[in-house]
Nanobody, 116 residues
Framework: QEQLVESGGGLVQPGGSLRLSCAAS????????QAWYRQAPGKQRDMVAT???????SYADSVKGRFTISRDNAKNTVYLQMNSLKPEDTAVYYC??????????WGQGTQVTVSS
């Protein structure tokens, strides 16, 4: 069973930065696509950023130009660099991975709070 473990969340002031990490228990080459989602209280879970096995990235409009998704294959880890954070970025952030065979895995989530 694949495991995804997120880290790097916390409390940050508006305009600040955080970097989230998602470490996979196995090789990331198993995955067709990896992604970050977020869920604010009372709202649905939404896609934030995705990265394919080939390195193609995509972003939600709300984070374009501020967030960057990247992957370190040697460390089996995906990152989400978040800059110019806003209060509306406050949410639980989840790591997601999809294998070539169609299996989907989720991490346990990490809280990001943007507040002064």
């Amino acid at each position: 069973q694949e495991q995804l473990v997120e880290s790097g969340g916390g409390l940050v002031q508006p305009g600040g930065s955080l970097r989230l990490s998602c470490a996979a228990s196995g090789s990331v080459y198993r995955f067709y696509k990896q992604a970050w989602y977020r869920q604010a209280p009372g709202k649905q879970r939404d896609m934030v950023a995705t990265i394919t096995n080939g390195g193609k990235t995509s972003y939600a409009d709300s984070v374009k130009g501020r967030f960057t998704i990247s992957r370190d294959n040697a460390k089996n880890t995906v990152y989400l660099q978040m800059n110019s954070l806003k209060p509306e970025d406050t949410a639980v952030y989840y790591c997601n991975a999809q294998t070539w065979g169609g299996d989907v895995y989720w991490g346990q989530g990490t809280q990001v709070t943007v507040s002064s």
